[in-house]
């Protein structure tokens, strides 16, 4: 299966991935990282396909994410190693993002002022982050040592040295204030709503791990 070059659609924001993950293992720092770990790949679409575990469609325009495939591959450390379980984590909830409120409801709404609209999209992910924050009591996760504290993410190939802390900055960087403004293409009982399913499918999974 032929991991896709292109990538478009903005899944779940570093902030949701956080609330969940502190749903699901509050006591667990490297749940929490290993749950941001996927999204190291910022603005490098190639390397986002490959983080996501991502296919073209036969469309060849959209695309699925198969957290089977790293299940598959990190079939034993998912048994004990937090990080990666947090990482397959964040493929679950991604997918989840795509199957019931990217594809169903945001694509549909493409067809006209695209780019505005796409605009808007990305504009509520930063609008929610304080609100999602303040929603879950969430705070800061303190930078990590990644050799020291995260050994068990060196397993990871697609993770690197350096993208551990890089990723938690950016998730201290989501704490930041924005300019208050309405939101537009989301809502925030609609991402309460998401954050719920996620946890019940996450932990339907990690417990059926074998």
């Given at each position: 299966?032929q991991?896709t070059?292109?990538?478009?659609?903005?899944?779940?924001?570093?902030?949701?991935?956080?609330?969940?993950a502190?749903q699901?293992?509050?006591?667990?720092?490297?749940?929490?990282?290993?749950?941001l770990?996927?999204?190291v790949?910022?603005?490098?679409?190639?390397?986002?396909?490959?983080?996501?575990?991502?296919?073209?469609?036969?469309?060849?325009?959209?695309?699925?994410?198969?957290?089977?495939?790293f299940?598959?591959e990190?079939?034993?450390?998912?048994?004990?190693n937090?990080f990666?379980?947090g990482?397959?984590?964040?493929?679950?909830?991604d997918?989840?993002?795509?199957?019931?409120?990217?594809?169903?409801v945001i694509?549909?709404?493409?067809g006209?002022?695209?780019?505005q609209?796409?605009?808007?999209?990305?504009?509520?992910f930063?609008?929610?982050?304080?609100?999602?924050?303040e929603?879950?009591?969430?705070?800061?996760?303190?930078?990590p040592?990644?050799?020291?504290?995260?050994?068990?993410?060196q397993?990871?190939?697609?993770i690197?040295?350096?993208?551990?802390?890089?990723?938690?900055?950016?998730?201290?960087?989501d704490?930041?204030?924005?300019?208050?403004?309405?939101l537009?293409?989301?809502?925030?009982?609609?991402?309460e709503?998401?954050?719920?399913?996620?946890v019940?499918?996450?932990?339907?999974?990690?417990s059926?791990?074998?």
């Open positions: 299966m991991l070059r292109k990538v478009a659609e903005k899944m779940g924001s570093r902030m949701m991935h956080y609330a969940i502190q699901l293992a509050p006591e667990s720092t490297a749940f929490s990282i290993g749950s770990a996927p999204d790949s910022g603005h490098n679409f190639d390397f986002k396909s490959q983080t996501h575990y991502m296919t073209l469609n036969d469309d060849g325009k959209t695309r699925s994410i198969h957290p089977e495939m299940a598959e990190y079939q034993q450390q998912l048994l004990l937090m990666v379980r990482y397959y984590a964040h493929l679950l909830e997918k989840v993002w795509l199957d019931t409120v990217f594809n169903p694509r549909p709404q493409l006209t002022q695209r780019e609209k796409l605009a808007a999209y990305y504009a509520d930063h609008t929610l982050n304080l609100m999602i924050a929603r879950y009591a969430l705070q800061p996760l303190p930078v040592d990644f050799k020291h504290d995260f050994a068990g993410a397993g990871v190939r697609e690197g040295e350096g993208d551990v802390p890089q990723v938690v900055r950016d998730l201290r960087e704490f930041e204030p924005v300019p208050k403004r309405q537009v293409m989301l809502s925030l009982d609609q991402i709503q998401y954050i719920n399913t996620c019940q499918v996450v932990q339907d999974h990690l059926a791990l074998k």
